[in-house]
């Protein structure tokens, strides 16, 4: 999906909204997790519920290749229904990798070809040749790491070199001379919000992915503030606040209203942002 | 496998040699890639014929992604053939993975309970609380990305901080602080020999798993010279140079006398440095 299409998306639907598909089996309710294909099932039940009001998705790879083999192919036919019934959907594989350039091309092929996702996100600490291989794919997108949300972005991400500058914004200013707007994204934790400022004087046009809102904190409010540009510019996940919203019977129509409330208020902050 | 198994295994063997199982079936002999079960059938005579002279085996994970779900079967049969029939070995997955806290403890559970491998390459990026889940597995360890041997390598990994030093050697500092040696190696490339030194200077006792002989360059009496200690603390990895030192039925002969090769050079450099 190229950005034009995206942000056609977010205009129409009035949401940036991005649903993590962190499925585990061991969070998910007890009818699911003990029938046939719980993973896909369980999915399918979340994507069909929430896809009105989201325009992404993001499985993390981690949840799928936990089962191995049948984890796989779990995540492949998520994939396949996503891009059957929702067309419109942008999907992220949020795989966290990088490699040797020969290798990172068989990643690519896996993730651009293979599984046919719109996006991978990819760790920058390898350098130019380890990120170069995901790109090139027409109407694909690397997501790369800068600024993370976890407590652990504090070790090495914030390190300031000889000339003050931390490390977060040294990955941004030289991934941006390998790549254009229209096909490298950052992931920005949203726990930090004024942080956005300082990345947006050297990231002013790159559409950010924000893990941190819902069960991981960080206020929506704040992301948007400083850091929606012109074309929004943003694509903001929810994961566990969206998808185990009730693991009771009806997850799926409990999923649905979470995602419809952050719909509405993603939808109040476009108007007032981008009028 | 515990430090002193591995280093026993080392002694016993004459060898520190890692077979890096990077299986890509455009690269296969065609009597193999045209048969059935070509990435396992192909391992499995890699792993016959080499398996005398090797003491570690690290299937990078790039090349069984990307064929999806099937790959990722062909991996685990391979694994498991390894752990069958040579259970000295050992296996490192090749994956680096890095993810926050709770998804890097599902990678953990995947690869060190499901694959049930010895160890896991993992990316720094995201600090200690993505590389913290991977520990505490009894015998089973983390080989953590510092200094990496590609060209993209000088992008973030030699950038100095304030007080002139490194990220490479803030990776290690840091990072020693989370866990021993005894379940903490480091990736540390080898096209940079004399760099050694100033690796052994943070890291004086960790063992170093070095990608860059062979077919990536890089000198092995370099890295013994600057790199090898007391009990070795070095596994040298070496993939195209064995694995496809032919591409005709003799394939798994021709990998088996590379191998031998290598094992030879390296009995010499143990002796001549261990005695």
Redesign the interface.
Same mark, same amino acid.
Request: aromatic letters at 10%.
């Given at each position: 999906m190229n950005r034009q299409t995206l942000v056609e998306n977010i205009r129409r639907k009035k949401s940036f909204l991005c649903v993590g598909l962190?499925t585990?089996p061991l969070k998910i309710p007890a009818h699911i997790a003990n029938g046939p294909d719980p993973i896909f099932n369980f999915n399918r039940a979340i994507i069909d519920a929430t896809a009105p009001y989201c325009v992404a998705y993001k499985p993390?790879l981690?949840?799928y290749?936990?089962?191995?083999?049948?984890g796989?192919?779990a995540l492949?036919r998520t994939i396949a229904y996503i891009k059957t019934n929702y067309p419109d959907q942008f999907i992220i594989a949020?795989a966290?990798?990088?490699?040797?350039?020969n290798?990172?091309k068989?990643?690519a092929?896996?993730f651009f070809e293979?599984?046919d996702v719109d996006a991978i996100t990819v760790?920058?600490?390898?350098?130019?040749?380890?990120?170069t291989p995901f790109l090139g794919y027409p109407e694909k997108w690397v997501i790369l790491?800068a600024l993370? =949300?976890?407590?652990? =972005?504090?070790?090495?991400?914030f390190?300031?070199?000889?000339q003050?500058t931390p490390?977060f914004e040294?990955?941004i200013r030289?991934s941006s001379q390998w790549a254009g707007d229209d096909e490298m994204m950052y992931v920005v934790g949203a726990t930090q919000g004024s942080m956005f400022a300082d990345i947006r004087r050297v990231a002013p046009r790159s559409f950010l992915l924000v893990p941190g809102v819902g069960a991981?904190g960080g206020s929506l409010e704040e992301v948007v503030k400083y850091g929606m540009i012109s074309d929004c510019g943003l694509l903001v996940n929810s994961s566990r606040g969206i998808i185990y919203a009730s693991n009771g019977e009806d997850f799926a129509t409990r999923a649905g209203e979470e995602a419809s409330k952050l719909r509405d208020q993603m939808a109040a902050l476009l108007d007032s942002h981008l009028g």
């Amino acid at each position: 999906m190229n950005r034009q299409t995206l942000v056609e998306n977010i205009r129409r639907k009035k949401s940036f909204l991005c649903v993590g598909l962190d499925t585990d089996p061991l969070k998910i309710p007890a009818h699911i997790a003990n029938g046939p294909d719980p993973i896909f099932n369980f999915n399918r039940a979340i994507i069909d519920a929430t896809a009105p009001y989201c325009v992404a998705y993001k499985p993390n790879l981690a949840f799928y290749e936990s089962f191995g083999a049948a984890g796989w192919d779990a995540l492949e036919r998520t994939i396949a229904y996503i891009k059957t019934n929702y067309p419109d959907q942008f999907i992220i594989a949020d795989a966290k990798r990088g490699d040797i350039g020969n290798t990172s091309k068989l990643y690519a092929r896996s993730f651009f070809e293979h599984l046919d996702v719109d996006a991978i996100t990819v760790a920058p600490y390898m350098g130019e040749d380890s990120v170069t291989p995901f790109l090139g794919y027409p109407e694909k997108w690397v997501i790369l790491l800068a600024l993370t =949300s976890n407590k652990g =972005s504090h070790d090495f991400q914030f390190i300031r070199d000889e000339q003050g500058t931390p490390l977060f914004e040294t990955v941004i200013r030289k991934s941006s001379q390998w790549a254009g707007d229209d096909e490298m994204m950052y992931v920005v934790g949203a726990t930090q919000g004024s942080m956005f400022a300082d990345i947006r004087r050297v990231a002013p046009r790159s559409f950010l992915l924000v893990p941190g809102v819902g069960a991981q904190g960080g206020s929506l409010e704040e992301v948007v503030k400083y850091g929606m540009i012109s074309d929004c510019g943003l694509l903001v996940n929810s994961s566990r606040g969206i998808i185990y919203a009730s693991n009771g019977e009806d997850f799926a129509t409990r999923a649905g209203e979470e995602a419809s409330k952050l719909r509405d208020q993603m939808a109040a902050l476009l108007d007032s942002h981008l009028g």
